[in-house]
């Protein structure tokens, strides 16, 4: 049994699309179990890139079923937009490979215009405005629309008006327009018939396929520090990013997952508001953001950057029980005379190696204590194995190794598949080719 959670564990954009890429050669079903368009990853056809926000990076393998599970919320106009540009880039098998939960929640245009009448007002987090929490109260309030409600008109208009009944105090206290039900529905029937027919018990399927012995990853949006319940809370995401919403998401126990492998790079970013207590914003944080390309994918906006946190790392070890780690973009710390990795925390009520989680709501309140190690000037793209690393590389990844207590399973030493190094693969339990 192989049922492999890729997760993030830090803030997002760790670079799980790339490892992710990397495992899915050897995986047969790939699946998203949470959060939704607010994610975003590159996928690379032919001479082309495009970025998709729903679709796993497996659509593109012809041998890979994909799985959009229950714990997504799925906009349809995203899915279907997405679907239909593979197609016109030649992928003509794309929905035969691909299927939706019945129990995924939609984001329908209401919720899209909540989370941008908010993030316009006092008090915004910086959302990526796709709609996403305001789907997710829709869930939690039990006003949401299912994607599997698109097989009944009747009861799908029905569960629209409630929803827009239960919204209109919010969106005219916003001082938006409230769209009709007529509206809402009008849109809808142009991608409904599509949207039915990749309908499926994805929980079937995939505990199915687990059983059967087949290769199955769980892939994890957003990161641990953007979880619902175990990140900075309130500048969250809405969805459970953790290895462990990855059971409750899919419609699979607990128990079917035989490996959870964390993303980190070998520095830190966020995007959004909120607490990031190793943040830069000096010209070793330009050189983070200006190396590492760190622009967001779905907004463009440019993304905060920082040392590694390792007291944050060893948290995401323990609340996802990672067992692997893949650490990313380790070349974009090339050129610096020295690296500050953060070793602990100086907080009231002294020294801690534990991310002080409780004490982030008030900036300043806590201070990291760091250990500077000194840089590397060498490229490290053409790096293939650990040996022919830079000493000054090798001594930083083998100390983040050990002060995270975790094995690594993977380094990135570049953007392209070929830059990689591969110590271990969950699916096959050896070294697979870069
Ligand atoms: P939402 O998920 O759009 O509601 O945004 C909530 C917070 O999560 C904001 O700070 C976003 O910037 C952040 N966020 C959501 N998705 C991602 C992602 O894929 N990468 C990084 N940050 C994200």
């Not at 000037?377 to 790096?383: A, H, I, M, R, Y």
Request: neutral net charge.
């Amino acid at each position: 049994m192989s049922c492999v959670v890729i997760v993030g564990a830090q803030w997002g954009d760790e670079g799980k699309g790339k490892i992710v890429d990397i495992y899915t050669e050897d995986a047969e079903i790939v699946v998203r179990y949470a959060g939704g368009p607010n994610a975003g990853h590159t996928l690379v056809v032919g001479d082309d890139k495009l970025v998709v926000r729903l679709l796993p990076s497996g659509i593109l393998r012809p041998q890979t079923r994909c799985v959009l599970a229950q714990g997504m919320v799925i906009d349809p106009d995203v899915l279907l937009g997405e679907v239909d540009e593979l197609i016109r880039r030649g992928h003509r098998d794309v929905e035969k490979r691909l299927c939706v939960s019945d129990r995924a929640h939609l984001i329908l245009p209401y919720h899209v215009l909540v989370d941008t009448l908010r993030e316009a007002a006092p008090g915004g987090i910086g959302t990526t405005k796709k709609g996403i929490g305001p789907a997710y109260e829709d869930k939690a309030r039990r006003t949401g629309v299912r994607a599997g409600d698109l097989r009944d008109p009747v009861r799908l208009g029905q569960r629209i008006r409630a929803a827009l009944e239960a919204w209109a105090p919010t969106i005219k206290h916003l001082g938006g327009e409230v769209p009709s039900a007529e509206e809402m529905l009008a849109k809808l029937e142009a991608s409904t018939k599509r949207m039915v027919s990749l309908l499926a018990n994805t929980s079937l399927i995939v505990d199915a396929a687990v059983r059967e012995g087949k290769r199955v990853m769980l892939e994890g949006a957003q990161g641990t520090l953007l979880d619902i319940d175990h990140g900075t809370y309130p500048f969250v995401t809405s969805s459970s990013a953790v290895a462990g919403g990855a059971s409750i998401g899919t419609g699979i126990g607990p128990n079917r997952i035989s490996t959870v492998l964390g993303i980190t790079k070998a520095y830190a970013t966020r995007v959004g508001s909120g607490p990031f207590p190793t943040e830069l914003n000096d010209g070793d944080g330009q050189h983070l953001r200006e190396v590492g390309a760190e622009f967001g994918s779905v907004t463009g906006r440019p993304r905060r950057t920082g040392w590694l946190d390792l007291p944050a790392l060893r948290y995401a070890s323990r609340v996802n029980g990672i067992d692997g780690l893949a650490l990313t973009k380790l070349d974009v710390l090339t050129g610096l005379s020295r690296i500050q990795v953060c070793i602990a925390y100086d907080t009231p009520e002294g020294r801690t190696e534990e991310f002080p989680i409780d004490y982030l709501d008030v900036p300043g309140v806590v201070k990291p204590v760091y250990q500077e190690m000194p840089g590397w000037s060498e490229k490290l793209d053409g790096v293939r194995v650990l040996d022919e690393l830079p000493k000054a590389a090798r001594n930083y990844v083998r100390f983040l190794e050990e002060a995270a207590k975790v094995p690594l399973f993977l380094l990135s030493v570049g953007p392209r598949r070929s830059e990689t190094i591969v110590l271990h693969n969950p699916f096959v339990g050896r070294a697979a080719a870069p």
